[in-house]
């Protein structure tokens, strides 16, 4: 009998698998597919002050091992998360959830933080200071490393519960950002986001996307991902979410072998709804094979 439960600062997660923020929606509309209680937590849609209708369409463009989003952070805004979609999901899924939080200003992420920390069913907030896909804001906070830490500083000082600050890979010193957010009184760090990328219509010759650009994702950019997470384990003292392209049970495991305490699943849910369902019950086989007991004694094994 393998052992899948990990620790990820106060929390118990029955299993390391996380479908990623902005892949899962708010939880309840996967619920009427399977009992997502299975899951070891999920990080829900990324939430700011005001409701957003997101970026003009078209939005995703596909790429092979992969896709390109430019969603633009559309959400109902954190009061309609707080009254509305909060309530839904309670009634469904009956473990701590992850609150991925975004902002256009210092002051809007503490706002928000500051509402959500509030929420029984919250157990961790995700500070999305990464987003490739809103001027001003998201990605402008993460790829600055003073930036970075300034959010993080003001986010702590208005919660009580673990703050992880996920943080873009569009930088040429992910390490350098990682401390300064440890620094700053982080608990944890989510990585990576997504990667800048373009595609082009060859018939119509201009960029698939309305916003010419967005975040790709996949596996394509798996061996990225756990480079990154490999190096910022070196780095830091506090757990790392590792996520990129993470879309079988091996990539959980070569994942944690770099350094990371908990694993998501992003773009794969995109392509199979089951996706991380399919991975929680994998992982016991997998472990298995590769002669694991218990999933905790491999965090950062590779190195
Ligand atoms: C989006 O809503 O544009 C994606 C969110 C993100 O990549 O952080």
């Known amino acids: 009998m393998v052992n899948t439960k990990v620790q990820l600062s106060s929390l118990t997660l029955d299993n390391p698998v996380i479908p990623a923020s902005g892949t899962f929606g708010f939880g309840y509309e996967f619920a009427e597919l399977y009992d997502i209680n299975v899951l070891g937590s999920f990080s829900f849609k990324g939430t700011t002050k005001e409701p957003r209708f997101g970026n003009p369409t078209p939005?995703?463009?596909?790429?092979?091992?992969?896709?390109?989003?430019?969603?633009?952070?559309?959400?109902p805004g954190i009061h309609a998360v707080i009254a509305e979609e909060l309530p839904k999901l309670a009634k469904c899924f009956h473990k701590p959830v992850i609150a991925n939080i975004s902002g256009f200003s210092v002051d809007e992420y503490?706002?928000?933080c500051e509402l959500i920390d509030k929420e029984?069913?919250?157990?961790?907030?995700?500070?999305?200071?990464?987003?490739?896909?809103?001027?001003?804001?998201?990605?402008?906070?993460?790829?600055?490393?003073?930036?970075?830490a300034e959010v993080t500083r003001a986010v702590k000082a208005v919660t009580t519960k673990p703050v992880y600050i996920k943080l873009s890979p569009n930088v040429t010193d992910i390490v350098s950002i990682a401390k300064a957010?440890?620094?700053?009184?982080a608990d944890g760090i989510s990585m990576?986001?997504?990667?800048?990328?373009m595609r082009i219509d060859l018939n119509r010759k201009k960029p698939i996307i309305a916003n010419k650009m967005g975040g790709f994702s996949g596996p394509a950019i798996f061996p990225v991902a756990l480079r990154m997470v490999?190096?910022?384990?070196e780095a830091v003292n506090i757990p790392i979410i590792g996520m990129g392209g993470v879309s079988s049970a091996d990539d959980v495991i070569e994942m944690m072998l770099a350094g990371a305490t908990a694993v998501?699943?992003?773009a794969a849910n995109l392509i199979d709804p089951f996706a991380?369902?399919?991975?929680?019950?994998?992982?016991?086989?997998?472990?298995?094979?590769?002669?694991?007991?218990?999933?905790?004694?491999?965090?950062?094994?590779?190195?």
């Open 110 to 112: 503490a706002y928000c």
């Open 120 to 148: 029984p069913q919250v157990g961790l907030i995700e500070v999305n200071v990464s987003c490739p896909n809103v001027h001003n804001g998201g990605m402008a906070f993460g790829t600055d490393a003073v930036a970075a």
């Open 192 to 197: 990576i986001n997504t990667l800048l990328g």
């Open 59 to 75: 939005r995703i463009a596909e790429c092979p091992e992969g896709l390109i989003n430019s969603v633009g952070l559309q959400n």
């Open 264 to 266: 998501q699943v992003g």
């Open 230 to 233: 490999y190096q910022v384990y």
């Open 181 to 185: 957010c440890e620094e700053a009184g």
């Open 276 to 303: 991380a369902k399919k991975i929680v019950e994998d992982l016991p086989r997998a472990m298995e094979q590769y002669h694991i007991s218990s999933l905790k004694d491999i965090i950062g094994g590779a190195h």
